[in-house]
T-cell receptor
Framework: DTAVSQTPKYLVTQMGNDKSIKCEQN?????MYWYKQDSKKFLKIMFS???????INETVPNRFSPKSPDKAHLNLHINSLELGDSAVYFC??????????????FGPGTRLTVT | AQSVTQPDIHITVSEGASLELRCNYS??????LFWYVQSPGQGLQLLLK??????LVQGIKGFEAEFKRSQSSFNLRKPSVHWSDAAEYFC?????????FGTGTRLTIIP
């Protein structure tokens, strides 16, 4: 009965490769997010989708492309991976518009290591 | 733009002692405020939130936080910590469709 799940949990790959991280939530929420947590634990939002529509797109390289096939899923595809992409990526979801108010539920994270 | 400052990078307390983690925010209007906890290797779990009303809010695991508008603060407290409270704690402010997190405070518990 996991609320927000991510796959894979660990991802080790070489520079230049393309990889995807998948996220699914079974909470019935209509908004989903991707966050990046760097090695110093700093957590920063990357994208937010509401009902499959992109509503937040922070300053993220074009190599990162989110895709939301339905409101329960938000995947993150990364092209031409670089060393600096190594981080933990968290998916989250919340309910309702005004996402600053809605409490967000986080997945367990995907640790991406680029070698 | 909103911002959050957690001035303490690392705090060490003895088991059974009281705890206060500091959080200061910057935002032009009344913010929505949150505390999250991240155990090692885990995702973030919501401890408590403040939207409006009573400025002292209760959360899970015996935590509470007090919103002080005059000080732009939302400090987290617990009267008696347990070894299982060792984790990273994040304060966040919600505004303009997104959450902005502080840099976190790492809590270490000593026996």
């Amino acid at each position: 009965d996991t609320a927000v799940s991510q796959t894979p949990k660990y991802l080790v790959t070489q520079m230049g490769n393309d990889k995807s991280i998948k996220c699914e939530q079974n909470l019935g929420h209509d908004t989903m997010y991707w966050y990046k947590q760097d090695s110093k634990k700093f957590l920063k939002i990357m994208f937010s989708y509401n009902n499959k529509e992109l509503i937040i797109n922070e300053t993220v390289p074009n190599r990162f492309s989110p895709k939301s096939p339905d409101k329960a899923h938000l995947n993150l595809h990364i092209n031409s991976l670089e060393l600096g992409d190594s981080a933990v990526y968290f998916c989250a979801s919340s309910q309702g518009s005004g996402q600053g108010k809605g409490e967000q539920y986080f997945g367990p994270g995907t640790r991406l290591t680029v070698t | 733009a909103q911002s959050v400052t957690q001035p303490d990078i690392h705090i060490t307390v003895s088991e059974g002692a009281s705890l206060e983690l500091r959080c200061n925010y910057s935002y032009g209007a009344t913010p929505y405020l949150f505390w999250y906890v991240q155990s090692p290797g885990q995702g973030l779990q919501l401890l408590l939130k403040y939207f409006s009303g009573d400025t002292l809010v209760q959360g899970i695991k015996g935590f509470e936080a007090e919103f002080k508008r005059s000080q732009s603060s939302f400090n987290l407290r617990k009267p008696s910590v347990h070894w299982s409270d060792a984790a990273e704690y994040f304060c966040a402010v919600g505004a303009r469709e997104k959450l902005t997190f502080g840099t976190g405070t790492r809590l270490t518990i000593i026996p």
